[in-house]
């Protein structure tokens, strides 16, 4: 009897490569569970030329030639870019000085790819899941310019927001705060399309942790792992400490493994004015609907599976396993061995 065929779940990613990014450009292109039909990249940790520099780098350790990589949007569509270079590195991606792609991105612009794959996802009946690591900028270009593209869409699984902290302000997490007005566009365009949204936030994003121990084992393999290890140890250099998170990376755990994150559906905006609260996303979590019919706002009609908790080791377990298969480092104990519930929320300003 032959085993029947395990359907890889098609996926494309968002990205502004960034360390964290390549954490997960690293799993999206290695994982067997995974189909990588494409890469779009757009300003935000780095300027967008290092982006789409740092992307082809990534993807040829990875040996992935094969997927296409287009350059989008370089700017907000009203806010100053302000880059993340203090965060990731004068390159965007540790300054690791890794060889230069001798590949060219894709002729078109990335909105083009998006819509072009998109659509024939939809003709072939094999809707993509969308994984958005970056400011919103090229997906509210691409649903307010394409809205077809919603019949190729599974879901859309975005790194971005918090339900309680935030990084880049005090009241704000990066991503949504480089341009706020894409993320407020993609929660209506999504509402009004009928798209799933799935928020890995701020809330979960420092969970999974990766050891310098353990990177040191990923510095001792050739390829993609050695690449790996670099990351984590940038990270733990930089920030002085002796792990690192995987950042970005849990959002594609969240694909292959969703089990391993409390989701939670609730109302959201994102908060386009006010001083000190400007990108912050209002997860609204009230429970009595009282207090919801006196608002005089009314509900949030973007309704977002807001994740909440996550069993970090198990992320870090499946990215690390990945990188190196056999995978025989010190144990990860799991904080739970089913869906984890909501703990106390990290504060670290990392990102």
Known sequence: MTDPVRRRTPVVLDVDTGVDDACALLLASLHPDLELRAVTCVGGNAPLADVVRNTLTVLDVCGREDVPVAAGAARPLL????????????????????????????????VELLRDVLL?????????????????????????????????????????????????????????????????????AATELGIELVMYGLDVFYGPQVTREQAAELLAQD?????????????????????????????????????????RPLPMRVELAGTWSRGRTIVDRRDWAGNLAHDPHGEAPARVGVA????GARYTRLWLETLQPGWSGMTLESTTSATPTPASIPTSIQR
């Open 120 to 188: 024939e996802a939809a003709e072939a009946g094999e809707p993509v899941t969308l994984v958005p690591l970056a400011p919103l900028t090229n997906i509210a270009l691409l649903l307010r310019t394409h809205p077809q593209v919603a019949r190729g869409l599974e879901r859309i699984v975005f790194m971005g927001g918090a339900a309680e902290v935030g990084n880049a302000t005090a009241s704000a997490e990066f991503n949504v705060f480089h341009d706020p007005e894409a993320a407020a566009v993609v929660l209506d």
């Open 308 to 311: 909440l908790a996550v069993d």
């Open 223 to 263: 390829g993609p792992a050695r690449l790996a290890g670099e990351l984590i140890t940038f990270q733990c250099d930089r920030f002085g400490t002796g792990s690192a998170t995987i950042g970005d990376a849990g959002a594609v755990c969240a694909v292959i493994d969703p089990g391993a994150l409390a989701v």
């Open 79 to 110: 806010e100053t870019p302000v880059d993340a270079r203090h965060v990731h590195g004068d390159d965007g991606m540790g300054d690791l000085d890794r060889p230069t792609s001798t590949r060219s991105p894709d002729p078109r612009h990335a």
